[in-house]
């Protein structure tokens, strides 16, 4: 049985505006695929300033949606192949 062991990298943007901060992660696959995804994140204007807090939330919607758009694009890959409609499970 012999192992491989590939690396994929995810590159995560922020970009704080005012009151808001958003997103974009992209994984890079060892094969040159590309997929995006985004996150926002919008202060309270009741809520004190601390833009970490925006840039987790920012980060942690964008990295779901990548993973939700990896999903389907192995779900489309999965029924190219198979002839049939595929939905896996989140």
Same mark, same amino acid.
Not at 40 to 46: I, L, Q, T, Y
Not at 61 to 75: F, G, I, N, V
């Given at each position: 049985?012999? !192992?491989?062991?590939? !690396?994929?990298?995810?590159?995560?943007?922020?970009?704080?505006?005012?009151?808001?901060?958003?997103?974009?992660?992209?994984?890079?696959?060892?094969?040159? !695929?590309?997929?995006?995804?985004?996150? +926002?994140?919008?202060?309270? $204007?009741?809520? $004190?300033?601390? $833009?970490?807090?925006?840039?987790?939330?920012?980060?942690? +919607?964008?990295? +779901?949606?990548?993973?939700?758009?990896?999903?389907?694009?192995?779900?489309?890959?999965?029924?190219?192949?198979?002839?049939?409609?595929?939905?896996?499970?989140?």
């Amino acid at each position: 049985m012999s !192992t491989s062991i590939q !690396t994929w990298k995810v590159e995560l943007h922020l970009f704080d505006h005012d009151d808001s901060t958003s997103a974009d992660a992209v994984l890079t696959t060892h094969a040159g !695929t590309r997929v995006h995804g985004h996150g +926002r994140a919008r202060r309270n $204007p009741a809520d $004190p300033m601390v $833009p970490e807090i925006g840039e987790e939330l920012a980060a942690a +919607r964008a990295l +779901r949606h990548l993973a939700d758009r990896l999903l389907e694009t192995a779900s489309t890959d999965i029924a190219d192949l198979e002839h049939t409609d595929v939905h896996l499970v989140r």
